[in-house]
């Protein structure tokens, strides 16, 4: 069990990586994490790994990849960015953040080696490495040190040159992609996937979600040059039904190996149950490609157990109060569908606050849809656009809106007006910082009780 002092340990190293350039701060210089995985002898190739990319549902179907795996035994690693809560919630060992004495004792073997790697940079007129590097190294050896048996490891950014690139993945899994970053990743959806498809590696099996043709022809020449194998959904397997359930939904998946029916799924949305059917594609892949099924009790206790916090999650009622990190417009119109799919509503009271770098306008013109009122506020981040901005924007969209200068009070105001009348809830979106700031928020105020599951 963690101590006080574990805590604070765990705690200083976080205020070390704060220290640094922050995760939005990118550049493509992959050889630097390189550099220090090297002087560490390389501990992210003592475990198999499953690699996943895309713009949108990666943390979705990096974390039912990771219970399916578990659930068939296997000790785990997982890999995903950013946290809602605590840093902790980014290394996860077999199903649970990392103890705190271990982020303690991982950044003792590291340290001395990241600070020869930043004196070399420093030398050599270039910056340090970075919060997102140092924290790819970091998770890189607990997964060593714990030892985990496979690692499910998120991209940061990109694929090609973002440093968790640095392990080789023995499956590729591409969620959908869509424009986002296109200021770091390219201005078309064909440049796009061109850095993502870097994930993939001689020899290694690739999943792929459905994509616009264009980034399929992408990934099958990447595929092709590389001696990889390529499962695309919808040729190779496929999501055959979904149907809402209590807390969830049912659904049936043709996965490369077997047929799966009246599968329990406790996420909402129509994409999620499109991300369960692409992890079981890449769980099938990692353990005998398309000849080996995965058995039934494991694909219950996996799917059973599926968890994905701040993505179209349920955190309060009466009146009810939805939470989804959705932060771009791709994920802003799955978020919408899930919400129509999921939930019986006339009128959605939407609070919204975005950070600067991200596509605040085209975020509303997916949302304008469904909002009755839009509450504009700000994430608490030094990057996020103020709720004035956020309010100009959606009155650019003739929609309803009011200002509110934090969550608590945008929170506040929206479940009031919500409570007037039974056929009104609130979504909480547009960030994952603001996603995360809702569940604490919830849980505080204890927004369910008396909820029955």
Do not use: C
Not at 353 to 381: E, N, Y
Not at 384 to 408: G, K, M, Q, Y
């Amino acid at each position: 069990m963690s101590t006080e002092n574990d805590r604070r340990r765990a705690d200083a190293v976080y205020a070390q990586l704060l220290e640094r350039q922050g995760e939005q701060w990118v550049e493509p210089r992959i050889e630097r994490t390189r550099r220090v995985l090297e002087l560490l002898d390389d501990p992210q190739r003592t475990y198999r790994v499953v690699h996943v990319t895309g713009t949108n549902g990666k943390t979705s179907t990096s974390r039912i990849i990771e219970t399916l795996l578990r659930s068939m035994g296997l000790r785990t690693g997982l890999f995903t960015s950013p946290h809602l809560d605590r840093f902790t919630e980014r290394i996860m060992i077999d199903g649970e953040p990392i103890a705190d004495d271990a982020v303690a004792e991982a950044w003792d073997e590291i340290a001395p080696f990241v600070d020869m790697v930043d004196a070399d940079l420093v030398g050599a007129g270039d910056a340090r490495l970075t919060f997102f590097e140092v924290l790819t190294v970091l998770a890189f050896v607990a997964f060593s040190d714990a030892p985990v048996d496979v690692a499910v490891i998120e991209v940061g950014m990109g694929g090609e040159w973002d440093s968790t690139n640095t392990a080789d993945g023995d499956v590729a899994v591409i969620a959908p992609v869509g424009m986002d970053h296109a200021d770091r990743l390219g201005d078309t959806v064909e440049k796009i996937a061109r850095v993502k498809a870097g994930i993939i590696k001689p020899d290694a099996a690739v999943v792929s979600a459905a994509q616009h043709p264009a980034v399929l022809a992408v990934l099958r020449e990447v595929a092709a040059s590389r001696g990889a194998t390529l499962a695309v959904e919808g040729e190779d397997f496929a999501l055959r039904s979904a149907m809402l359930a209590v807390g969830g939904q049912q659904i049936d998946v043709d996965g490369r190996a077997g047929q799966y029916r009246e599968l329990y799924l406790p996420l909402y949305g129509a994409h999620q149950a499109r991300n369960a059917a692409l992890a079981i594609a890449a769980v099938e892949s990692l353990v005998g490609g398309a000849e080996q099924p995965i058995a039934a009790d494991v694909l219950l206790d996996g799917l059973g157990h599926a968890t994905s916090p701040g993505r179209l999650q349920l955190i309060g009622a009466h009146p009810t109060v939805v939470v989804d990190a959705a932060h771009n417009p791709h994920g802003a119109q799955a978020l919408v569908t899930g919400l129509g799919d999921s939930f019986d509503f006339d009128e959605w009271g939407v609070v919204l606050g975005v950070l600067g770098d991200k596509d605040a306008r085209g975020i509303l013109a997916q949302l304008a849809g469904i909002a009755t009122h839009v509450f504009a506020t700000a994430p608490d981040s030094e990057r996020a656009n103020d709720a004035d901005t956020i309010a100009d924007l959606a009155e650019e969209a003739d929609l309803r809106v009011t200002v509110h200068r934090d969550l608590p009070e945008a929170a506040e105001a929206a479940r009031e007006w919500a409570a007037a009348s039974d056929r009104r809830a609130v979504v909480i979106t547009g960030s994952v910082v603001l996603a995360g700031e809702a569940i604490v928020l919830a849980d505080a105020e204890k927004w369910k009780d008396g909820w029955d599951a």
